[in-house]
């Protein structure tokens, strides 16, 4: 029976490389299957993954409707007998629902690879979906890393090296962007480089990021406690407007 499986995980766990992976092994035992991506770091119509991986893919927009993709390709003689559906929590809740159709429909495998929340620990509409309606969620094991060892959790945008935690849901990283919004709509963080960062819990609620931390190795004196839990301390009463002064 065919299923509709969600891979999750965080940024740098190995979706990508996954998905890659998935559609070599099901394409060498002959099966036929079309490969979608939306928002690729490498650009439009691409699967790519950080190891340097990448691949064509057909590119999701707002007018992609799956069923009506595997009917003009199955009427046309085309085999499909999967999908291969990166970056899914860019997907709208019904293009999610169009998937799961095509499973029960068609009985077309379909393996959707996503990030469950966004920077701000919010959950996508499209990975809420497929939380929803998967036959199967499997957590990535390729744990990826904070900047101080520990497991990986939440994915933080970074605007320069310092964490944000206001903006547009979707703005692809690891560019310069010019002030205003970029060709698809979404905003953007004037000439400054948008990153992403991912960090373990703690890390995340302190919003002290590889930068912050580098900032704070780079000092002349070193402290004999927790020099980020002061920076979060420091960040909560600078909100407030209160000050303190410690001997």
């Given at each position: ?14 979706k ?33 993954s ?50 799961a ?52 959790t939440?994915?933080?945008r ?14 692809v ?9 970029d ?47 002061c ?5 909560g ?11």
């Amino acid at each position: 029976m065919a299923e509709l499986i969600f891979f999750s995980g965080t940024m740098d766990c190995g979706k990508s490389t996954l998905a890659l992976q998935m559609d070599h092994n099901h394409r060498a035992r002959g099966r036929g299957g079309v490969r979608f991506s939306c928002n690729d770091r490498a650009g439009e119509a691409t699967i790519s993954s950080r190891l340097g991986l990448q691949t064509d893919a057909v590119e999701v927009t707002e007018a992609t409707d799956f069923w009506d993709e595997v009917v003009r390709r199955r009427t046309t003689g085309l085999r499909v007998d999967y999908l291969i559906c990166d970056e899914a929590q860019f997907y709208s809740p019904l293009q999610v629902e169009q998937l799961a159709r095509v499973v029960d429909e068609m009985d077309v495998d379909v393996f959707a690879f996503g990030i469950t929340a966004d920077f701000r620990t919010a959950l996508f509409p499209g990975s809420q979906r497929l939380i929803e309606l998967a036959d199967r969620v499997q957590v990535l094991q390729v744990e990826a890393l904070c900047w101080c060892g520990r497991r990986a959790t939440h994915n933080a945008r970074t605007v320069d090296g310092i964490m944000v935690m206001e903006g547009a849901q979707v703005v692809v990283g690891d560019v310069a962007m010019d002030e205003g919004r970029d060709s698809a709509g979404h905003e953007t963080a004037g000439t400054k480089t948008v990153g992403y960062e991912t960090l373990c819990r703690r890390h995340y609620m302190r919003r002290v990021t590889a930068h912050g931390a580098d900032l704070m190795a780079s000092k002349d004196q070193l402290l004999p406690f927790d020099v980020d839990a002061c920076l979060w301390h420091g960040a909560g009463t600078h909100a407030t407007g209160t000050h303190e002064q410690k001997a």
